[in-house]
């Protein structure tokens, strides 16, 4: 699988050593509080998912900085619909320094030069602004908005649609 460096960070595979970090990252419910992963609250669950999806996954990404090498968070692809679409979350400790966008924008490059897309999607709930603000700083517009209840936990919630294309060469 590809690594990439940023001026600060390592964007590489999940390691069996990121097990503690991202564990911590999943378990913080406000770090969690608008990705899929929100559910998991048990290490059976937790372990689960470590070894089914975070490991061994070429649309997984470990986001971890450069000086360390430390977890500080994750970028991944999902391509099981129609709408090709990113998720990312970073631990508490990383929020506010730019990290999410410095990922992404290298990120969303390699999935349209590597894993033959053409568009991708990303979404936030309302309640996290600044989750659409990091979808700009990476190229993505704002496309649509609407109601829905989640059917993850079923709270209802405004969710905004972003979307970026693939550059004309």
Known sequence: MTTITTDRLILRPIENSDKPELKQLVYDKTAMAYVRYRMINTDEDFDEAFQNHFLNNSEVFA?????????????????????????????????????????????????????QVTQLYGYHAENNPNSGKVMQKMGMHFVEKWDETSSVDGTFMTVYKYKIEKPDK
Do not use: C
């Not at 450069?66 to 970028?75: H, M």
């Not at 508490?92 to 490059?109: C, N, T």
């Open 63 to 115: 986001i971890a900085e450069k000086q360390t090498n430390e977890l500080i968070g994750f970028f991944e692809f999902h391509f099981d619909s129609d709408e090709p679409n990113i998720t990312y979350a970073l631990r508490q400790v990383a929020w506010g320094k730019g990290y999410a966008s410095e990922a992404g924008i290298p990120l969303i490059k390699y999935a349209f030069e590597n894993l």
